[in-house]
């Protein structure tokens, strides 16, 4: 029997809309690429609703991050093959020459994508944390359709911290060579008691009363890590037009599975999953290698002294 341990990692995330209309909506698009032992990211889409009436977004990361940490991966969707293979629809690609945005045409609507060079955003440093804001006013001159989209990618710290590299373990147990780390990893959106406090006061200023209508959540991750489906609602092989183009660098398995959530928000959010590593304890493989040589040495010579005695009798 596996010898076990488990880990836990709670993500406390904010995310707050403001603008002259009280009543703001985004759809969230997460992305969360888990990579074993370190190398991981996540995604945030934002598909704002009436985005002329949005004037900031404010999102907080439970983890220290700096600007140089964030990509925007709205000029990847340039490329038909990532546009089609996010969106799961033929999609139609039209690129502007007069701004740094990307009109995306699915199922009969028009969708722009705007580049992060058109918002001014700024990173601040928080407890146990960072608080990035951006700023639409200087996008709302570029605004050419209803709904407006955004997304870029940050590293996920907090799953690189509980992944950091384990030595293999060199004490003995008769139980099991293998080793089995669990994790138990519990993604929470605008749960206002998990939050520190400077981002609970952030909350508790802003007028409106929900922003997020739904999240949702798509979770790939390396070989090197087993995913329990059962916590998820829908599991699809990952688009291989993504590799090489959209997908992380540090992210190189090809045939890889997508775990799905779909939720929808009420005041806040909450998405589960659990994950699993196997490692080696050297020490017990290597007794276990030299019990079975030796007890295999010790049966030869009692079958032999079987045999002797059997002849001469």
């Not at 140089?68 to 089609?84: N, T, Y």
């Not at 060579?177 to 519990?186: A, E, Q, S």
């Amino acid at each position: 029997m596996d010898k076990t341990s488990n880990k836990f990692i709670n993500d406390n995330f904010a995310i707050v809309l403001s603008g002259s209309n009280n009543k703001l909506e985004c759809d969230v698009h997460i992305n969360d690429w888990v990579v074993y032992p370190f190398g991981s990211y996540i995604d945030f889409g934002f598909r704002i609703y009436n985005i002329i009436d949005v004037t900031t977004l404010e999102i907080y990361v439970p983890y220290k991050i700096g600007k140089e940490d964030i990509q925007d991966l709205a000029p990847l969707f340039g490329d038909e093959k990532v546009s089609r293979g996010m969106t799961n629809t033929i999609a139609k690609i039209i690129t502007s020459t007069t701004n740094p945005s990307i009109d995306i045409e699915y199922y009969g609507i028009t969708e722009t994508i705007y580049f992060l060079s058109l918002i001014d955003y700024s990173i601040c440093n928080c407890e146990n944390g960072t608080i990035i804001s951006f700023s639409f006013d200087r996008l709302s001159s570029h605004i050419r359709n209803d709904n407006g989209y955004i997304r870029f990618r940050i590293p996920h710290k907090s799953l690189d911290e509980i992944f950091k590299y384990k030595k293999h373990d060199y004490k003995f147990t008769f139980e099991s060579p293998i080793i089995t780390d669990y994790y138990y990893h519990t993604i929470r959106i605008n749960e206002f008691r998990s939050l520190p406090l400077e981002v609970r006061h952030m909350l508790s200023t802003k007028k409106q009363t929900k922003s997020i209508k739904k999240v949702c959540f798509y979770l790939s991750a390396n070989e090197k890590i087993n995913i329990d489906d059962n916590y998820c609602e829908n599991v699809r092989p990952l688009e291989n037009d993504l590799f090489g183009t959209y997908i992380p660098k540090t992210f190189k398995d090809s045939n890889t599975l997508s775990y799905q959530w779909i939720k929808r928000s009420n005041k806040y959010v909450t998405i589960n999953f659990k994950c699993s590593t196997n490692r080696i304890q050297l020490l017990s493989l290597f007794i276990y290698s030299f019990l079975v040589i030796f007890l295999s040495i010790i049966g030869n010579v009692i079958w032999e002294v079987v045999k002797i005695v059997l002849c001469f009798d």
